[in-house]
């Protein structure tokens, strides 16, 4: 799997491609991590467009990264989700507490609100 | 060389608990499962579902430690039945892992969705476990028949379909 931290506002776009499971979710969230602190971020956008699996690790870490951005005021929005990835947000009621775009930009929107 | 004698169609496969085999344990099933034709979704159901059964007995069973992980994935006819098993640590209450969100290790992260989503994405699931002596989780998934042409449909003989005049 493979990870990509960019900065758009106050928030870090963490684009997810390959499989996110419990093997490659540990080195994810260190990389996350780092970035978030490393580039004074807010919210945390996850782009899943190149995601191609995802399981409940990926809640695991989605739930941890909510925690992480809540702490600090921040918000978490996922972007492009796929059919086989909202079965597993919707099934663990994630959506109750990130938000879901069609796209990073509309995501951005969400979060930065007009407030850009 | 040996008849086969009234053998299903299976495969089995053992490996160690290293936490790279859970993709691995995902490629077997997706290879195995192909010759059902089965559809993009119950790929991704019985793939994530492995990936689940497969976790939990490396991170659960084994705590991270190395020991084997057995795997068996059995066809008959449409019905596909998966079998993941350790001779790790056990677990003492089934019930109470089977709960939404528990889990034995929040430490690390983990969601606790684990057997809720093998639950959600297979038709049946059943877990037998005894501390000390390992865990054995078996789900079976019964996959649709594949549509012969959708675009295409037969003629239909039972008359609703209008334009034939006979009675």
Do not use: W
């Not at chain 1, 870090?12 to 490659?24: A, R």
């Not at chain 2, 979704?41 to 976790?55: C, I, K, Q």
């Not at chain 2, 350790?86 to 969601?111: F, N």
């Amino acid at each position: 799997m493979d990870v990509k931290c960019r900065k758009i506002g106050r928030c870090l776009v963490v684009t997810l491609s390959g499989e996110m499971d419990h093997h490659s979710a540990s080195a994810a969230r260190r990389q996350i991590d780092g970035a978030f602190h490393a580039e004074g971020a807010q919210h945390i956008i996850f782009d899943c467009h190149p995601l191609a699996f995802m399981d409940s690790a990926g809640l695991g870490l989605v739930m941890g990264r909510y925690r992480t951005a809540a702490s600090l005021g921040g918000k978490v929005a996922l972007a492009c989700v796929s059919r086989q990835l909202d079965r597993i947000f919707t099934m663990a009621g994630i959506y109750r507490i990130v938000q879901k775009a069609p796209s990073v930009e509309a995501a951005v929107q969400l979060l930065e609100g007009g407030h850009a | 060389m040996h008849a086969t004698q009234n053998l299903s169609d299976f495969i089995e496969a053992t490996f160690s608990s290293r936490s790279e085999n859970e993709a691995l344990a995902r490629v077997i099933v997706s290879a195995f499962a192909a010759r059902l034709d089965p559809t993009l979704e119950e790929l991704d159901d019985v793939r994530t579902a492995v990936s689940e059964a497969v976790t939990n007995a490396i991170v659960h069973g084994y705590r991270g430690g190395l020991g084997q992980v057995h795997m068996r994935c059995e066809l008959q006819q449409r019905t596909l039945t998966i079998a993941v098993e350790d001779e790790g640590v056990g677990i003492a209450d089934v019930e109470q892992a089977m709960q939404p969100l528990y889990t034995s290790r929040p430490e690390e992260e983990r969601s606790g969705m684990g057997f809720t989503m093998m639950q959600a994405f297979m038709d049946k699931l059943s877990v037998e476990s005894k501390p000390g002596c390992g865990t054995k989780v078996v789900m079976c998934k019964s996959f649709r028949v594949p549509q012969d042409d959708a675009t295409n449909p037969e003629p239909d003989s039972s008359g609703q379909t209008g334009g034939h005049e006979e009675p």
